[in-house]
């Protein structure tokens, strides 16, 4: 969209009450924002859902400020403004319910976006939730496909890093404006991010994180992927909410099953119950969308063969397994110093073989 375009539209998309369906409503009428500012009253409730209400405030609209100051906003973050009638908006996301008529954007979307999975779950997971989300999530990129989440504490930021640090897109979806990063802590992960893939909000530049927001943006999560995999989440999480808005667009959920004790695995359990696809492996996901995945598979298994491994790497995964050891279970089982081991166990990691967890215990991948 041109700028001049481009500020109208912002400039409607601050007028109270408009959201996204009537804007979109009044540009699909009148062909042009422009066009819409220039209307008089009675000519804005001739568009389909403007009532006299809107129609008053969209004629007496002054936003020229707050246009003006999010284009400064956009220009000095290196993002960009994509809007429902650009090429570049996802037209994954256009068969959704009340799609976004303006998405702000730092990185850049792909056509190979069109082939993303969302992977959600709970702020505080366990160290199966950690295992489990990165094995799924590196596998789905070394299959080609985009991981789609909400940059939030706990699962989805595990998903995001394991996404970047494999080489893959991967698109976070937030609940604040993109130039207010939430949580903070993961401003160096969003950058990363944007480096092969895409931050993006539908708030305006300088929204801060209101817990109003982050409902409202889980259906863009799923909107912009072709299904679900609920991790660990507990009994009322948003995990859930994007799970449920996941069934209203036709989309695919997938649950990993978890713990029956845990609280944790209450939401993903209950999830299975109802219908969604029991998750313990990236096959589950592959084989449920094949159709959609068609052109993706066609050219191959993406996963990359694993780094060969000497004789002592060799012997040390022989004492490993999906169990968690302590290092020094594992010295005693290996007859070998703790110390001369952790080096070993180092360069397993770096191969992606192993992974350590907190307490100095260790998994095979």
Same mark, same amino acid.
Request: a neutral charge.
């Given at each position: 969209?041109?700028?001049?375009?481009?500020?109208?539209?912002?400039? /409607?998309?601050?007028?109270?009450?408009?959201?996204?369906?009537?804007?979109? $409503?009044?540009?699909?009428?009148?062909?042009?924002?422009?066009?819409?500012?220039?209307?008089?009253?009675?000519?804005?409730?001739?568009?389909?859902?403007?009532?006299?209400?809107?129609?008053?405030?969209?004629? +007496?609209?002054?936003?020229?400020?707050?246009?003006?100051?999010?284009?400064? $906003?956009?220009?000095?973050? @290196?993002?960009?403004?994509?809007?429902?009638?650009?090429?570049?908006?996802?037209?994954?996301?256009?068969?959704?319910?009340?799609?976004?008529?303006?998405?702000?954007?730092?990185?850049?979307?792909?056509?190979?976006?069109?082939?993303?999975?969302?992977?959600?779950?709970?702020?505080?997971?366990?160290?199966?939730?950690?295992?489990?989300?990165?094995?799924?999530?590196?596998?789905?990129?070394?299959?080609?496909? *985009?991981?789609?989440?909400?940059?939030?504490? @706990?699962? #989805? *930021?595990?998903?995001?890093?394991?996404?970047? +640090? &494999?080489?893959?897109?991967?698109?976070?979806?937030?609940?604040?404006?993109?130039?207010?990063?939430?949580?903070?802590?993961?401003?160096?992960?969003?950058?990363?991010?944007?480096?092969?893939?895409?931050?993006?909000?539908?708030?305006?530049?300088?929204?801060?994180?209101?817990?109003? +927001?982050?409902?409202?943006? +889980?259906?863009?999560?799923?909107?912009?992927?072709?299904?679900?995999?609920?991790?660990?989440?507990?009994?009322?999480?948003?995990?859930?909410?994007?799970?449920?808005?996941?069934?209203?667009?036709?989309?695919?959920?997938?649950?990993?099953?978890? &713990?029956?004790?845990?609280?944790?695995?209450?939401?993903?359990?209950?999830?299975?119950?109802?219908?969604?696809?029991?998750? *313990?492996?990236?096959? #589950?996901?592959?084989?449920? /969308?094949?159709?959609?995945?068609? *052109?993706?598979?066609?050219?191959? #298994?993406?996963?990359?063969?694993?780094? $060969?491994?000497?004789?002592?790497?060799?012997?040390?995964?022989?004492?490993?397994?999906?169990?968690?050891?302590?290092? #020094?279970?594992?010295?005693?089982?290996?007859?070998?110093?703790?110390?001369? /081991?952790?080096?070993?166990?180092?360069?397993?990691?770096?191969?992606?073989?192993?992974?350590? /967890?907190?307490?100095?215990?260790?998994?095979?991948?």
């Amino acid at each position: 969209m041109k700028a001049e375009q481009l500020e109208a539209l912002l400039r /409607l998309f601050a007028v109270p009450g408009i959201g996204s369906s009537r804007l979109r $409503a009044l540009v699909g009428h009148f062909r042009s924002p422009a066009t819409v500012l220039a209307a008089s009253k009675q000519e804005l409730m001739q568009a389909n859902g403007i009532d006299e209400k809107c129609a008053h405030s969209v004629a +007496n609209a002054d936003n020229c400020e707050f246009a003006q100051r999010q284009l400064r $906003a956009v220009e000095s973050t @290196g993002a960009q403004a994509v809007t429902f009638w650009d090429a570049e908006y996802p037209a994954a996301l256009k068969t959704i319910y009340d799609p976004p008529a303006v998405l702000f954007v730092r990185g850049s979307f792909s056509e190979s976006d069109r082939h993303a999975i969302a992977i959600v779950g709970t702020r505080k997971p366990t160290n199966y939730g950690r295992a489990a989300t990165q094995k799924l999530t590196v596998e789905l990129v070394q299959r080609g496909l *985009t991981i789609v989440s909400g940059l939030a504490y @706990g699962i #989805d *930021t595990i998903a995001h890093a394991n996404a970047v +640090n &494999n080489a893959g897109r991967t698109i976070a979806v937030l609940g604040s404006g993109i130039d207010r990063i939430y949580p903070a802590q993961n401003t160096r992960l969003a950058d990363r991010i944007c480096e092969a893939g895409a931050v993006i909000s539908e708030f305006p530049m300088g929204t801060g994180p209101d817990r109003t +927001n982050f409902p409202r943006r +889980n259906r863009i999560i799923c909107g912009l992927a072709l299904g679900v995999v609920v991790v660990e989440a507990g009994e009322k999480s948003g995990a859930l909410i994007t799970a449920m808005n996941a069934l209203d667009q036709n989309r695919e959920v997938f649950a990993v099953p978890g &713990n029956i004790d845990s609280s944790k695995s209450v939401g993903p359990n209950e999830l299975i119950q109802q219908g969604a696809k029991c998750t *313990t492996c990236v096959d #589950d996901i592959i084989e449920e /969308l094949a159709v959609p995945l068609a *052109t993706l598979l066609e050219r191959g #298994d993406k996963r990359q063969p694993r780094a $060969a491994l000497d004789t002592e790497e060799s012997r040390i995964m022989a004492l490993l397994s999906e169990d968690a050891i302590h290092i #020094d279970a594992l010295s005693k089982l290996a007859n070998e110093a703790s110390g001369a /081991l952790l080096s070993t166990l180092l360069s397993l990691e770096l191969k992606d073989v192993v992974r350590q /967890l907190p307490g100095k215990m260790f998994v095979k991948i």
